[in-house]
T-cell receptor
Framework: NAGVTQTPKFQVLKTGQSMTLQCAQD?????MSWYRQDPGMGLRLIHY???????DQGEVPNGYNVSRSTTEDFPLRLLSAAPSQTSVYFC?????????????FGEGSRLTVL | DAKTTQPTSMDCAEGRAANLPCNHSTISGNEYVYWYRQIHSQGPQYIIHGLKNNETNEMASLIITEDRKSSTLILPHATLRDTAVYYC?????????????WGLGTSLAVNP
């Protein structure tokens, strides 16, 4: 049971490049989400999904796209990277029918945009 | 969701109990108190949550005051591996809405 797996762990991009951060979970969790964590700030919600085919915006969605074609995968796309998107990104999932606060996190993806 | 206030940092001796306070004076009746921790930039880890009653699990105990305006997370016998940032979060347990609002937490240093 791998839990929540994020790839890549580290990435360096140039301004304007695009890339996708991958997130996969093998726990059959319906809820998945993406957060970013910046120095001096708490984790901020980017996008979330309550099930396959359903996504919604969080607190800081601009510059990011998501899709949810399967229960297992929830990729985060940066269409045109900007230095302001330099951050650590965390994917999290949660099972149905339990406390909605119990999130399972991946180990993070550290992105630097030059 | 209600905001929380936590001390920026705390120290604790190894083997002693670590008591981490959290103030949530604007909490409403349907809001839960959650605790997570983050060890050295790893992904946050769920610890415990509660509504009104005190809660205990294999990791920690959660003490919520009767008026629910504050709570304390207790690590009964802190070890060096408990050195981490501890987050207290208040959130409604509202179906599929898991929009937790994260603050900066308390940085706990467990010293040998």
């Amino acid at each position: 049971n791998a839990g929540v797996t994020q790839t890549p762990k580290f990435q360096v991009l140039k301004t304007g490049q695009s890339m996708t951060l991958q997130c996969a979970q093998d726990m059959n969790h319906e809820y998945m989400s993406w957060y970013r964590q910046d120095p001096g700030m708490g984790l901020r919600l980017i996008h979330y999904s309550v099930g396959a085919g359903i996504t919604d915006q969080g607190e800081v969605p601009n510059g990011y796209n998501v899709s949810r074609s399967t229960t297992e995968d929830f990729p985060l796309r940066l269409l045109s990277a900007a230095p302001s998107q330099t951050s650590v990104y965390f994917c999290a999932s949660s099972p149905p029918g339990t406390s909605t606060g119990e999130l399972f996190f991946g180990e993070g993806s550290r992105l630097t945009v030059l | 969701d209600a905001k929380t206030t936590q001390p920026t940092s705390m120290d604790c001796a190894e083997g002693r109990a670590a008591n981490l306070p959290c103030n949530h004076s604007t909490i409403s009746g349907n809001e839960y108190v959650y605790w997570y921790r983050q060890i050295h930039s790893q992904g946050p880890q769920y610890i415990i949550h509660g509504l009104k009653n005190n809660e205990t699990n294999e990791m920690a105990s959660l003490i919520i005051t009767e008026d629910r305006k504050s709570s304390t997370l207790i690590l009964p016998h802190a070890t060096l591996r408990d050195t981490a940032v501890y987050y207290c979060i208040v959130s409604r347990n509202a179906g599929n809405n898991r929009k937790l609002i994260w603050g900066l937490g308390t940085s706990l240093a467990v010293n040998p």
